[in-house]
């Protein structure tokens, strides 16, 4: 009986301690998920600090253009603003490249539905747009004409189905030459399924 005394305090402390320890090593691993967290969180801080306050506009046709912009904005927190036309384009795409080619050859841009914003409240602007005849689509150039984007950080993406970005680039040079032009970001049809990873890349500093 003495011995079964003697041992039962040793068994209470041994088991004291094993709790001790147990709970220790969950608040460290507790810890540690947090300063992880507060890590990830402070590179995407990183990624997109210098980007600012941003609006995301864009005109879609095809509604691809507007996957990109949205997924832009998953990784901005920015501001979207979709560019529609008073009158819009036909749903048949033949149809849509005749009207284009013939305002592009009148020298014609169409009318876009007027929207209220104050460009002054964001530190960049980031311009979407399907790639027509090698070139931004009109109403992109419309809305370009309407608003002052002198100053801007201009942050320019487009999407087609398997154009190059360099002449609708060299566009947006002489429509924005008093903004400062970022390198442009093209999502092709093969490239879609690719599209969060091409943005990462596209704004990592």
């Known amino acids: 009986m003495k011995k079964l005394f003697l041992l039962l305090p040793v068994v209470l402390f041994l088991g004291a301690c094993g709790s001790n320890a147990t709970n220790t090593n969950e608040e460290n691993t507790s810890e540690s998920a947090v ?4 890590s990830l969180e402070s590179n995407q801080n990183q990624e ?31 501001e979207l603003m979709r560019i529609e036309t008073v009158e819009p384009y036909p749903e048949v795409y033949d149809e849509v490249l005749d009207v284009v080619e013939a305002q592009r050859e009148e020298g014609e841009l169409p009318t876009i539905v007027k929207q209220d914003v104050d460009l002054s409240d964001y530190d960049s602007i980031f311009l979407g747009t399907p790639i027509w005849f090698g070139e931004p689509a009109l109403p992109v150039e419309k809305w370009i004409s309407e608003n002052k984007l002198a100053g801007k950080r201009v942050y320019p993406f487009f999407t087609s189905g398997s154009s190059s970005i360099n002449e609708s680039m060299e566009r947006y040079r002489e429509l924005l030459d008093q903004s400062t ?18 943005v990462k890349e596209w704004l990592a500093p």
């Open 35 to 38: 300063q992880s967290s507060e």
């Open 48 to 78: 997109t600090e210098d980007i600012g306050k941003s609006l995301i506009v864009y005109y879609s046709l095809t509604e691809n253009t507007k996957a990109v912009a949205e997924e832009i904005q998953k990784q901005v927190n920015g």
């Open 181 to 198: 032009l970022s390198e442009g970001l093209g999502i092709t049809s093969s490239d879609r399924s690719q599209t969060a990873s091409l």
